[in-house]
């Protein structure tokens, strides 16, 4: 039917789907674990799963449909009220989502197929129920229930060409109609009656083990010509109270008819918040766009100063216009790129209830500022220090809940995620209330290591740096999750690779916060140019705070100046990178600051702002003396 | 195409309105004219003759349902063919039964 | 009950597929090539549902379901359709000129014949 490419180009598309399903699928999940009672969680829930069933089905991957089915039967008890959300049901339905996860990411799209179950998928097709029912249709592993429902249809109906009678029948073949009563009191008489129009509703009880989903998709071509209200009996046969509450609606998206939101074609909004205005774009396009636009402010600037060069007011002019689009056209450019840190946060839910159960501690998450907006280049790398950050906070900082009730807390703990911009930088913060760092011991730590003198005087802050020293580690058991002796070390690489900066606010027994600053984007960046002798410099424009001209005898000799009363640690540039400065060149001052620490650095020339690329480039920016305060992000040479 | 005729009361029996051919959605319009000029003749009671039945959807169901409402005292259907008949089964339509499998029904039929 | 369906289509081999799943439930086929094809088929004789494709040379889908809801004698008859097409407009333009079913291809026929099912079964 279908020739190779398209067979793959549309696999392709279902895999992605299927990625993005899962992922909403257990985000939905872990939020009702934390006792959200909002109806749409668990339908957005069993949605996902059930149109992950669906499109399997139509690639025939089968032992990733029959664990998708189990796990749908799972989520429809839940949802009617027949089963309870349990910690170890939450886990069993996780694992199993990894499981598919892992399905999902063994597919070549090239071929499409799927080996059969592995032992580990058969034990989670056991353990939720599904034992041998492996090969069991979906009616007979589904639990016999009593439905009942209610059905008013439109005038329209019947000029559309549909025929009522034609759903019950095959309602009746989903199980067994008990009672039905057709409601025709609203049949006008033959004067009043347009032949043509529906005036007809039912009102039946069906004995069936459908889902409530295969229900529904009975009438779902009709959807736009039908109310339908759909309750489930508790205990069939009895006419007890009814287990779930009146659920009135208009049909919902069809599920069966996710044939339509298979790859290729226009899905539904799924959760209603994912706007319909929506286009996918791979990301290596966007990076391709955002390169290019690097290009362009480059070759921009050149033309700029070719057309100050020829002195001709028109052409400068028109070179300006061009520039002050190119600077519209980056802006937005950027922008494409930029999204909610929200998504990367949510991840955390999971890897908060993994851990913490591990470590036998209880630990509530928050998280605010999930909308704060930064790089998708950088969200991508930044979601690792993250995550290392999480379980060093519950390893290490967050106490077992014996010692929060000697210590006078809360047995739970609180881990808190938050993220912010702070002028033109993204902050985010892992904080935990816990134990906070022990100064002392890192110290000793330390000393015994050969990484400190054991005389040296260093502030507090600094001490508490040494944890981001290559193995370094504190922790008095290894466990299993940090405190390997890796990790600090590498959070903060990660984080100096893009050039941002970690900073540690510490209270002994309060807990403590981890601050991580980044740029906001990592390709283009408002740059101050300034100059030593021939050379070039850009700092990025958002850490400048002020500029003044240099008095002579300024700089001490342990590299300070005095700015206002206050030592200001400064660098000299010139002398730092070796280069020969102009002698009667009169000298400035600019103070860059980041997060809390401020510096200065002396160069000849202001040059003004300046749009910078950021290219890699082999050769870094050295460091500078360990008693400067050094800005981790020193600058770089512009090109 | 649905032929309908309306035989005349008499002093056995009520008016007999017999239905041939399709009672569908395509011909549910035209009927229910024909319907309308038939009771300004006869006010009913009527009975209902579908044996000659060929066809017949929810739309002739309604179109029946809103004769026996229109027509003084109703009308009894007197014949139902087994299409008919399936169709009032699955929507328990009971008004639109035959009367009375050997009871009414077969009297009516029998004065016929 | 058997059904009369008339299915469209400019690929002999997806009419193929249709009509199989189709005959073997029962239903009998009437087979068109495309839109103006199907339009001259359409003479009088019982038709209880269409299963058109939306692109076709001569008629394309949306046409035949616009032309057929012009014709008295077919103007209820549901109308399916099969279609690769993904863009909303289309299916919108397609809903609004009454085609009752939206499928998209690939199907598995099962999927088809529960439609089938639910609109004239």
């Known amino acids: 039917m279908f020739d190779s490419d398209q067979w793959t180009q549309l696999l392709e598309g279902f895999l992605e789907e299927a990625r993005d399903l899962l992922k909403e699928a257990e985000d939905n999940l872990l939020r009702l674990e934390q006792g959200s009672d909002d109806v749409e969680v668990i339908n957005a829930l069993f949605r996902a799963v059930h149109t992950l069933k669906g499109s399997a089905g139509i690639f025939s991957l089968e032992p990733l449909v029959s664990l998708a089915h189990q796990l749908e039967n799972q989520l429809m008890g839940v949802r009617d009220g027949q089963r309870q959300l349990t910690a170890p049901l939450v886990s069993l339905m996780l694992q199993c989502m990894d499981e598919l996860n892992g399905m999902v990411e063994s597919i070549d799209p090239r071929h499409g197929t799927l080996a059969p179950h592995t032992p580990r998928q058969s034990e989670l097709l056991v353990a939720l129920g599904g034992g041998e029912a492996v090969a069991e249709s979906a009616a007979q592993a589904g639990e016999i229930n009593e439905w009942f429902l209610s059905i008013r249809f439109d005038n329209e109906l019947l000029r559309n060409g549909f025929e009522p009678s034609s759903f019950l029948r095959y309602l009746d073949r989903l199980g067994r109609i008990e009672t039905l009563q057709t409601l025709a009191w609203a049949v006008p008489d033959l004067h009043a009656l347009d032949a043509e129009a529906c005036y007809l509703g039912y009102e039946l009880t069906l004995r069936s083990a459908a889902s409530r989903e295969e229900l529904l998709d009975v009438f779902a071509l009709a959807e736009d010509f039908c109310t339908l209200r759909l309750q489930l009996r508790e205990d069939a046969g009895e006419p007890g109270p009814l287990a779930s509450e009146v659920e009135a609606q208009t049909l919902a998206p069809a599920p069966q008819l996710s044939i339509a939101s298979l790859p290729g074609a226009t899905s539904e909004p799924r959760s209603g918040n994912h706007g319909s205005a929506m286009v996918k774009v791979a990301a290596h396009k966007l990076d391709e766009l955002i390169n290019l636009v690097g290009e362009l402010v480059i070759s921009t600037a050149g033309a700029h100063m070719q057309s100050l060069r020829s002195g001709s007011t028109a052409c400068i002019e028109s070179v300006q216009a061009v520039q002050q689009h190119v600077e519209q056209i980056r802006e937005r450019a950027l922008k494409l790129r930029m999204v909610e840190i929200g998504e990367t946060f949510n991840r955390f839910h999971r890897v908060v209830r993994d851990v913490s159960q591990g470590l036998n501690k209880q630990i509530q998450l928050s998280l605010s500022g999930s909308d704060t907006e930064l790089d998708k280049t950088l969200t991508d790398r930044i979601a690792d220090p993250l995550v290392h950050l999480v379980r060093n906070a519950i390893d290490h900082g967050i106490e077992s809940p014996e010692e929060r009730r000697a210590a006078g807390k809360p047995e739970q703990g609180n881990l808190r995620l938050n993220a912010c911009h702070d002028s033109g930088m993204i902050v985010l913060e892992v904080s935990d209330d816990g134990r906070g760092l022990n100064a002392e011991r890192i110290r000793e730590k330390a000393i015994a290591r050969g990484m400190l003198d054991a005389d040296a005087q260093i502030s507090e802050q600094d001490i508490h740096q040494l944890i981001f020293e290559p193995g370094f580690s504190t922790a008095e058991a290894v466990s299993n999750l940090s405190g390997r002796g890796v990790g600090m070390d590498v959070v903060r690489s990660a984080i100096d690779e893009l050039r941002g900066i970690i900073e540690i606010e510490s209270s002994a027994g309060q807990g403590c916060t981890f601050r991580i600053r980044l740029p906001l984007t990592l390709a283009i960046i408002d740059g101050f140019l300034v100059s030593v002798g021939g050379d070039h410099f850009v700092i990025p424009l958002d850490m400048v705070t002020e500029c003044m001209e240099e008095r002579a005898d300024a700089l001490d000799a342990s590299g300070h100046l005095n700015l206002r009363g206050k030592p200001l640690p400064s660098v000299d540039l010139g002398r730092h990178f070796g280069l020969r400065g102009d002698p009667r060149a009169r000298r400035n001052i600019v103070v860059v600051s980041q997060g809390r620490q401020q510096a200065g650095l002396i160069v000849e020339h202001l040059l003004g702002e300046l749009q910078t690329v950021i290219k890699p480039s082999g050769r870094c920016s050295s460091t500078c003396p360990a008693s400067a305060a050094r800005p981790s992000s020193a600058p770089a040479r512009s090109r | 195409m649905a032929t309908v005729t309306l035989h005349p009361a008499s002093d056995l029996a009520p008016a007999r309105l017999s239905v041939h051919g399709d009672l569908t959605i395509y011909e549910a319009g035209e009927t229910r004219q024909t319907f309308l000029a038939l009771l300004a003749q006869d006010p009913g009671p009527w009975a209902l003759d579908l044996g000659g039945l060929e066809e017949i959807d929810s739309a002739g169901l309604q179109l029946l349902l809103s004769l026996q409402k229109t027509l003084v005292q109703g009308a009894q259907v007197i014949d139902l063919p087994a299409q008919a008949r399936a169709l009032v089964d699955l929507l328990r339509l009971e008004s639109l039964y035959p009367l009375g499998a050997s009871g009414a029904g077969e009297e009516l039929r029998d004065v016929r | ?121």
């Open chain 3, 1 to 121: 009950m058997a059904k009369t369906i008339l299915i469209v289509d400019d690929s002999a081999s997806m009419r193929q597929l249709v009509k199989l799943s189709l005959t073997g439930a029962g239903h009998q086929v009437i087979e068109a090539c495309d839109g103006k094809d199907a339009l001259n088929k359409l003479t009088g004789q019982k038709i209880n549902l269409i299963i058109s494709d939306v692109n076709m040379p001569n008629l394309d889908g949306i046409g035949l379901v616009k032309a057929v809801k012009l014709k008295p004698e077919y103007r209820f008859t549901p109308i399916m359709m099969l279609t690769t097409e993904s863009e909303q407009s289309k299916k919108a333009e397609g809903q609004a000129a009454g085609a009752k079913a939206w499928i998209v291809k690939p199907f598995q026929p099962q999927q088809l014949l529960a439609a089938v099912e639910k609109l004239i079964g």
